[in-house]
């Protein structure tokens, strides 16, 4: 055919005239503008290519803090509150009051004094070593002062942390630092640390940088090693193990303080099922989303189970063991305001754990310093180098300098503020729904913008008013 | 650390003798621990090999166990003596910060897991993990210890003076584990090293103190290696590059 139409004695345009060669860009001998210019391939994008030159110069895995990047999550955003209007009535969002308070430990009876905290949200275990002790001072106060409490983290019990708490839990690590029985008697509750929501199935990391010579004190640890942490407890294995150690807590703290386990969202539904058969009185569920000092970059974005979708299935764990009521549930991953408390609470929460939120709060990521950020590689907004131990505003930090600029009452102040406004959204969207406590918003006060959204949660989707589910 | 709040041990009044049976836990646990703090001898007969006894002790008093134990026997303790006449399960002695423990039988896995002070003496075997997590105090095994031996001790001694078999000093930091007997093999990072003179006294005196028969042993001391104690570049500049 090709032929035929040569033959039928059209003239054939000029090479140059098809090849837009008038005009061309510089440097495309062909004179065709690539329609790929910008990239833009979905499978090589600039941050795997980036991860790549990385690892191949440094011949391992990249490390850094913060939580999950580079993947969409349904979010705590797709999903909104659905306050009263016919069928309901609100309450007055000024006059009305809404119960805050929530109590942890009291469920099973076998605890003396239970944790009693004034709103449900409190400051999630993070570590001295990760953290400045400036920043484990300011966390302290501030939400002594807002009615709640702090958990030690990994790295022991700090000096400062427990005279500024009026609440704190210790945390009990497979690493078990500072851990004895003088150590545990200090402490209002015990957390079993099994797994974390950044990086479930793996132990703590705290680099080299970070092992200064007081954390290397109260770890038992040479300074300036890198601390890599076992996954498993030394002296217990399975859930029959830990229910013989859950009581051995209780023995070693007279029954006094309630016990927590805390967990990696993996497959919540059962975990949590088989956490409230040991004997906890409280289990702690962290999410997909939840933050860290330092990971292996590759573990934040592809392990776990978001918020959102393990919330529902943890309640309806403690729903079918018999054990909702008897055994609280707190939830952590990526919870940043009130609007998030209220959403994680009607999906089944007891109260909620913030760690990220809580460091911006203190000022991570804050717009000062700027020259320090820059050495970093990055600028206030996008900083999340907490692994590296040059935090730019003194919290994650061990240098004595960068410490410095953390100003613990200025901090604590902010810790405060932002408990107090965070516990002002809640109560308004509660009492919006009509509840005259926080303990009572419910699913039915849900509903999810996106089918993914509804099918993490089974919260019915607008437009087709049902759950999406198979 | 707390003092503890009687220091010395009473010989003035004669040993009490409860028996555990199937009694409550809490409750045996709570005649034990006023009897040890208040520095007095106390018996308990038929322990039936049941879990937790004799945890968060204080004082210089003692309990003896005609029996065996089961899990944490002594656990997260901060003083006291007990003996067990049998065997003993689990995290024996784990977290003790002070104290004294004697097994006359075997011990089971994890033996003073993450101890920060005091002395465990296993006159039998005892099993794997044994050690692990150590922070602090002595533990001295008169037969043979299992796998993973000292697995990320931080500090103290494991002493063992039968055999010790696979992955023995698995991960060590400052922690040290002296086998007399033979080394089925290494853990990761293990190392081997003549020990120091003035260290083996040390250990013959120890040994001696706990009425171990003196004898001339062929000590291998196991340290870390130290390449897992940099595992990440820990130079903050290859940090700053990404
Ligand atoms: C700097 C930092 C240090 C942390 N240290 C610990 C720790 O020592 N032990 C632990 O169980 N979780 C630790 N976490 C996790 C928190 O306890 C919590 O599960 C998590 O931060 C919740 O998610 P969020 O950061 O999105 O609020 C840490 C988190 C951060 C950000
Ligand atoms: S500002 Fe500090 S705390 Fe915040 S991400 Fe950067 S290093 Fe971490």
Redesign the pocket.
Known sequence: MADDMKTANHPQADEGLIGFQDGAIEGRPAGVPSSYATGGSPRWTPEVIADIHAKSQLGRYQMR?F?AFNRHLPSFDELVIEPATMTRLPLEGYREQCETKVVLGDGLGKVEQPIELDIPIYV????FG??SANAKAALARGARKAGTMT?T???GMLEEERAENRTLVY?L?PSRYMLDLDHIRQADGIEI?VG???KPGTG?LLLGMKVSERVARMRNLPMGVDQRATCRHPDFLGADDMAVKIEELREATNYRVPIFV?MGATRPYYDVAVAAKTGADVVVV?GL?????ASPAFLLDNTGVPTMAAIPAARRALDDTGMSGKVKLVI????RSGIDVAKAMALGADAV?????M?MALGCNSPRYLADYKALGTEPGACHH?HTGRCPVGI?TQDPELVKRLHVDAAAERVYRYLTAMTMEATMLAKACGKSSLANLEPEDLRALTLEASAFTGVPLIGADRPFTW | MNAPTATKRRTDTAAKTIVAGDRPIREINQEIREAVMQGYTINVSEPLSRHNFAVGLTGDGSVHFAGSVGYYCGGLSNGGHIEVDGNSGWGTGEGMAAGHVTINGNAGTSVGASMRGGTIHVRGNAGPRCGIAQKGGNIVVEGNVGYYTGFMAHAGRIICLGDAIDSVGDSLWEGTVWVAGNIEKLGVDAVVQKPAEKDVAEIEALLASLGVKAQKRDWKQIVAGKKLWYYEARDAKQWLMI
Do not use: H, P
């Open positions: 803090g939580n999630a275990a993070m570590s990760a953290l958990c983290g990994e790295g945390q690590t640390a974390q929501g950044a703590g805390k962290d989303e939840g933050g860290t000092g952590a991953g990526g919870i754990m913030i760690g990220t939120g460091l907490c994650t």
